[in-house]
């Protein structure tokens, strides 16, 4: 059973430590591997963003944001970056945080999703966002600095709510 709420001070931590993990393989995030701890969680967990966790038997097991895309005239359309921990992958809770951030985002007022940046090798990312319904609407090349296959494509994607 997985439970999303908004995180807490408390959550810290536990974010942190996924943060850590999934930046330092240096294949899906362009967060940079050195990031410290308190420029990550001030980041992640900044007054723009709405930060959630998702827990699973009492401990946090992904974590994500929804804020907007841009500023102003812009914000409207909602952006997200999402985290799950590693020992928690292959499970579904990629699927159940994006389900949640879709519904979240309607009902915080947006009227549709767009991600700037899906690192195209990222294919497990790719066809997740897929099914839930996101679009690739634009790639840019050679966008991000793979630690392992150098410069690779990034996809922007795009959902209406």
């Avoid at 969680?41 to 900044?46: G, K, N, Q, T, Y």
């Avoid at 500023?71 to 359309?77: A, D, N």
């Avoid at 790719?126 to 990034?154: D, K, Y």
Wanted: overall charge neutral; aromatic content about 12%; proline content about 2%.
């Amino acid at each position: 059973m997985i439970k999303i709420r908004k995180y807490t001070e408390e959550d810290k931590e536990r974010i942190w430590e996924i943060i850590k993990f999934v930046i330092s393989d240096g294949d899906s995030f362009t967060l940079s591997p050195d990031s410290t701890r308190e420029e990550m969680l001030a980041d992640w967990c900044s007054a723009e963003k709405h930060t959630y966790v998702a827990v699973s038997e009492n401990k946090v097991v992904a974590t994500f944001y929804i804020k907007a895309n841009q500023l102003g005239l812009g914000s409207h359309i909602a952006n997200g970056s999402y985290m799950v921990a590693p020992e928690a992958r292959e499970k579904g809770i990629g699927r159940k945080i994006g389900e949640f951030s879709i519904a979240e985002a309607k009902r915080l007022g947006y009227r549709a999703m767009q991600f700037n940046f899906v690192v195209k090798s990222n294919e497990k990312a790719v066809r997740l966002w897929q099914s839930l319904g996101f679009e690739i609407i634009g790639e840019i090349p050679e966008a991000f600095n793979h630690i392992e296959n150098g410069l690779t494509n990034a996809y922007i994607m795009y959902r209406k709510l």
